[in-house]
């Protein structure tokens, strides 16, 4: 066939009625874009989506799921959507850093509703695109402002979007010794001794509560002796705290290093979330905090924090916010999510059990006592990235490589499969 | 100590002021007839439905939900777009348009190597510029606005557009231009594509107000649709909080046409590692109500009718703020009040006039005398037509 031919024919079957040669001619437009890597974390779900397996299990994202496998909606959640949608709200833009009493009832979660840094006005707290965007709006806030030093030192392993988040913002990532792979435990020496020789003014990222991926958290006492050795070197201490209460069903137990430090003297920065601690997953709510020396700095430090969101997103979504508010601020409604996350964590707390015992039914002759000394959404199993595989491959498991599995992702119907699972992969 | 952001830092000085007479004009919200927001029966609609529905609260995927994304692409380029229906269109939720010209520029900036030029519109929304300068962009400006007519500098469009250097990004307010309400003519925007087919420059579209212009979508979505039936491959922003009086929700879009299904699946993984570290995920309920309205007919069909009442009450009180400054006997040519479209007016007052209107009337204004038009009410007209003549004769 003559190629003007071909052409013509070709031209006749393709469905688009736009002009193919200026599509020809454009078409190198985005020639250079590569095909970027899938997320490691939420490409695992993807990818579990796809598998036929009937005992599939999901231990990739850390979202909490109910006995019977199911995204568990909060009791007092349903409540207060009950309340606001009644209510008729409208859906005006809340101010930059989102609504006052988001905020204030945020700051007084983390801090105790005694906290005399709330009462004294030190605390430059705005609404945040939950976690994530919360680290975001700090890390780039501290790129700005923050002129001691560029470093942020994240523990080692921490949580896959942590180095994106600061790199993106501009600062430079370093790490400190925490996970001891030799006891699936914390590593207590090394990080102190890492910490303890990092330059003044560093800026050490520390999970408040529930490790991400580790599950490994340190004790009260170790943590006493890293707010000292923190106050001595003069570094800055920046929490990222996504489990208040889900870790060990308290909510003060679980802010014990928050206030530690702050009881201390340190001026600290924090991100909160309530992705887990009230299922508002996809609402995107969460906060972030810089307390300062004085409600003077406090005031330029909110102005600042203003102008890094504006250009990013204006304003925070209202919804997820409007559900914490009415839940934190409505006593009755607070007493009773304070016993639906304890459910939450008690359930988690159930599962490492009934893990653990099944792989000793199993016979595995491996130490798992690490199963039931980590705490929160996420167990480090210690598996290789080999075993990892031929748990997805074999088992339809699926899970990071890193070894990581969401323990709230277990259910008694299948704690005995993913047991023996485990054992086949690692005896 | 920074400086309050000129736009919503007039809603907070309003705020703080005690005469009843007080008028906010500053923030581009739309207001009911008697000054309150404006809750959209279908958005209320859409509402009981998902609270019913009892759905869950679990993450979106890193775009958003492919229900969203259609249903946006789809409002944007036409229910016959041969763009969606080839699977060329890369569109993912953003936090509302800002979110998304974030996610636009940040793409670009990464990814878009022939410049890092961005023109915007002179004037253009005061976001524009930090947006894009945070992305890693160079802003530059085209002519635009004619103080001269209060009305669209077409020729200085046109010729600063053609001494773009190839491969220069053109940011395009689709319709109803902020801060102006200057649009271009559907022959001059014909005129537009073709010199930036001809100059090889990218057409970067920031659409606010679909709908929400002439309360026609169609009419309102010309621009976009043409530019891209004449064969340009352009990037387009998208945002639900006027047309579906959405605002604090943050439901927008931002998509990239590419030139094959395969282009799209390479933009489409690069803009979700843009996205991953600034906010992970969106916020799923704007999106929810959007996708509620849009996908089921009934509600579809009714939405429209609302958002053409709010067109329609904006026009209405654009003709009789003209008539009440005529009343007042005021000298001036006040055409372009009506002339210009959608939620805002560029009244021409300069900036020692604005602050009169604010000091000595109570009336709050952006300081390059935008006045949002959806402020106005029928019991006040008169009084702001009275307050404008009162600084400006």
Redesign the interface.
């Known amino acids: 066939m003559a190629l003007s031919q071909t052409l013509r024919v070709v031209a006749s079957k393709k469905?688009?009625?736009?002009?193919t040669s200026?599509?020809a001619?454009?078409?190198?437009?985005?020639?250079?874009?590569?095909?970027?890597?899938?997320?490691a974390i939420?490409g695992v779900t993807?990818a579990f989506k796809k598998d036929t397996n009937p005992k599939k299990m999901n231990l990739g994202?850390g979202?909490y799921r109910d006995d019977q496998g199911k995204?568990f909606?909060l009791p007092t959640?349903?409540k207060a959507?009950?309340i606001i949608?009644e209510s008729?709200l409208?859906?005006?833009?809340?101010?930059?850093i989102g609504t006052p009493d988001f905020c204030k009832a945020s700051a007084l979660l983390a801090f105790g509703d005694n906290s005399s840094a709330v009462q004294n006005n030190l605390n430059a707290t705005v609404q945040g695109?939950?976690?994530?965007?919360s680290l975001?709006i700090g890390g780039s806030f501290f790129a700005k402002w923050y002129t001691k030093s560029k470093d942020f030192y994240i523990p080692s392993p921490s949580w896959g979007?942590h180095t994106?988040?600061f790199?993106?913002s501009g600062l430079n990532v370093k790490s400190y010794r925490y996970y001891d792979p030799g006891t699936c435990g914390f590593d207590f020496k090394g990080a102190v001794e890492d910490i303890s020789k990092i330059p003044e003014g560093g800026v050490v990222v520390l999970h408040a509560c529930a490790h991400n991926p580790t599950g490994v958290d340190p004790k009260p006492e170790q943590w006493k002796e890293i707010c000292q050795v923190m106050k001595d070197k003069k570094l800055f201490p920046f929490f990222d705290m996504a489990y208040q209460g889900f870790a060990s069903g308290d909510i003060n137990k679980d802010a014990f290093a928050v206030r530690h430090f702050l009881e201390q003297g340190h001026q600290i920065a924090l991100c909160q979330s309530y992705a887990k601690n009230m299922?508002?997953?996809?609402?995107?709510a969460g906060a972030f905090t810089i307390v300062c020396g004085s409600a003077e700095e406090k005031?330029?430090v909110m102005?600042?924090i203003?102008?890094i969101i504006?250009?990013?997103?204006?304003?925070?979504?209202?919804?997820?916010a409007r559900l914490v508010s009415t839940i934190l601020n409505t006593p009755d409604l607070r007493s009773e999510w304070l016993k639906d996350v304890k459910g939450m964590a008690d359930r988690i707390i159930s599962m490492r059990t009934q893990l653990q015992d099944n792989l000793k039914k199993e016979g595995s002759s491996h130490n798992w006592q690490h199963i039931t000394d980590q705490i929160g959404m996420f167990c480090f199993t210690g598996l290789k990235p080999d075993q990892v595989e031929r748990l997805t491959k074999d088992f339809s498991i699926y899970l990071t490589k890193d070894g990581r599995i969401s323990v709230a992702g277990i259910a008694s119907s299948n704690v005995a499969y993913l047991a023996h699972a485990i054992h086949q992969v690692s005896k």
Do not use: C
């Open positions: 469905l688009f009625n736009i002009n200026l599509i001619r454009h078409s190198s437009i985005w020639s250079n874009v590569e095909m970027g890597p899938p997320d939420l993807e994202v979202a995204p909606i959640v349903r959507e009950k949608f008729g409208d859906h005006e833009y809340a101010t930059i695109i939950s976690g994530t965007g975001r979007n994106p988040i790199k993106h299922g508002l997953y996809g609402e995107r005031e330029r102005s600042q203003k102008i504006r250009p990013m997103y204006s304003n925070p979504p209202i919804h997820g």
